[in-house]
């Protein structure tokens, strides 16, 4: 047993956790932009495109993020190409983040009325000028407090990279606990580190949902 000071546990997890942040960040911002993709594929009505988005997007949500993370890392190598954990667990994470952004950006394209996609067609607007313009604006309105939210929950299901060994918040957690035998000390920490990342998101969506509506 390693005689580990609580100071010298939360210097180790605090160092884990710059990697829970940084992944986060990508599976979001990589969620994003594929998601973004997918979207505008979706309402550009381009030929199979609701098929396949559909289908993507009912894929990412209709399996656990575990499996995905197996598939990502384990399946990749058994087609021979090898992936590290950390990059396995980038692609697993905006795969399934992407998803779930399609989805949510789709209901808030859906929630703007449709007389103001036929005012923007009367005014001979393309699509590119009907989305930048018209329709963009209002869907991000709505879009803004649910894809706070939803950044919670990828800051949390980075937890999962730990299964395929990425060494972020919870496998440096797992490493110190059996390393000192103070599992409660080190979980403790853990929670309430997340908790520290996850709250400040949260209360920015109740933050941005009520000024929005109190602007309606």
């Known amino acids: 047993m390693v005689d580990f000071s609580i100071w010298d546990i939360a210097r180790n997890l605090l160092l884990a956790a710059r990697w829970t942040l940084l992944l986060s960040l990508i599976a979001f911002v990589g969620g994003g932009i594929v998601g973004l993709a997918l979207l ?14 559909s289908g ?24 021979g190409v090898n992936v590290s954990a950390w990059t396995a667990a980038a692609l697993a994470l ?27 067609q009367a005014l001979a607007l393309s699509l590119r000028e009907q989305l930048t313009h018209v329709i963009g604006p209002q869907a991000l309105r709505v879009a803004v407090p649910p894809t706070v939210g939803f950044l919670v929950q990828v800051v949390k299901g980075t937890a999962l990279a730990s299964v395929i060994g990425f060494v972020e918040l919870t496998k440096a957690a797992t490493m110190i606990s059996n390393a000192t035998f103070r599992p409660f000390t080190v979980y403790a920490c853990v929670a309430l580190m997340y908790f520290m990342l996850c709250w400040p998101i949260s209360a920015c969506s109740r933050g941005l949902e009520r000024r929005l509506h109190a602007q309606r």
């Open 40 to 53: 505008v594929a979706r309402i550009a009505k381009l030929r199979g495109a609701e098929t396949l988005v």
């Open 56 to 79: 993507y997007v009912q894929l990412f949500q209709g399996t656990p993020l575990l499996m995905q993370l197996f598939l990502a890392y384990f399946g990749l190598a058994l087609l």
């Open 94 to 120: 905006t795969l399934y983040s992407s998803a779930f952004l399609t989805e949510i950006w789709r209901g808030c394209v859906a929630a703007v009325p449709k007389g103001q996609w036929e005012a923007s």
